[in-house]
């Protein structure tokens, strides 16, 4: 089975600042490759997909990068609203949409 | 609008069954696959498996092959993910979502509580 590991765990970044959030898969998996937000409470919403594509209504300041093993989700600027956990999920094949451990983002 | 509508809460014991089920609208159901995740309390997103409305072509997790099942209806437009016999550690939110390139139609989500 191909391991999705996020890192940081967790992070706090002051408001303005560039966060970026890094994924590794175990094996390639090209650019089929997803980025979630979840806030607490909420339903998870679809950020990016195929590494690098924004879903419609995402804000600009979202951008993701990165093909074959190694991917980044960067928020040029945070925001308040931006507090979330964010999972990557790879989706190379329909066997196994594996997710990320998760990403718990804070404000300082 | 493009939705995925779940059922409501359950609170169940321990060794009884469950089917939740989680009903599309606004989109061509069988062109699409319906994917599962579970979220249990505090912890991050499972993927537990997937189907095709179209031809009821279903994947498991290995996680969870065995563990539950998943089918859909698509003359009503509803997939489901049930159990035949319930264990506490079953207590969790789940998702259905609609999955092409990732998942970008999620349900409300359905608590599945189970305890004694």
């Known amino acids: 089975d191909i391991q999705m590991t996020q890192s940081p765990s967790s992070l706090s970044a002051s408001v303005g600042d560039r966060v970026t959030i890094t994924c590794r898969a175990s094996q390639g998996i090209s650019n089929y490759l997803a980025w979630y937000q979840q806030k607490p409470g909420k339903v998870p919403k679809l950020l990016i997909y195929a590494a690098s594509t924004l879903q419609s209504g995402v804000p600009s300041r979202f951008s993701g990068s990165g093909s074959g093993t190694d991917f980044t989700l960067t928020i040029s600027s945070l925001q308040p609203e931006d507090v979330a956990t964010y999972y990557c999920?790879?989706?190379?094949?329909?066997?196994?949409?594996?997710f990320g451990q998760g990403t718990k983002l804070e404000i300082k | 609008e493009v939705q995925l509508v779940q059922s409501g809460a359950e609170v169940k014991k321990p060794g009884e069954s469950l089917k939740i089920s989680c009903k599309g609208s606004?989109?061509?159901?069988?062109?699409?696959?319906i994917g599962w995740v579970r979220q249990m309390p505090g912890k991050g997103l499972e993927w537990m498996g997937i189907?095709?409305?179209?031809?009821?072509?279903?994947r498991y997790s290995p996680s969870f092959q065995g563990q539950v099942t998943i089918s859909a209806d698509k003359s009503i437009s509803t997939a489901y993910l049930q159990w035949s016999s319930l264990k506490a550690s079953d207590t969790a939110m789940y998702y259905c979502?609609?999955?092409?390139?990732?998942?970008?139609?999620w349900g409300q989500g359905t608590t599945v509580t189970v305890s004694s």
């Open positions: 999920q790879k989706y190379n094949s329909a066997l196994q949409h594996t």
């Open positions: 979502a609609r999955s092409r390139d990732g998942m970008d139609v």
């Open positions: 606004g989109y061509s159901f069988t062109s699409y696959w």
């Open positions: 189907i095709y409305p179209g031809d009821s072509d279903t």
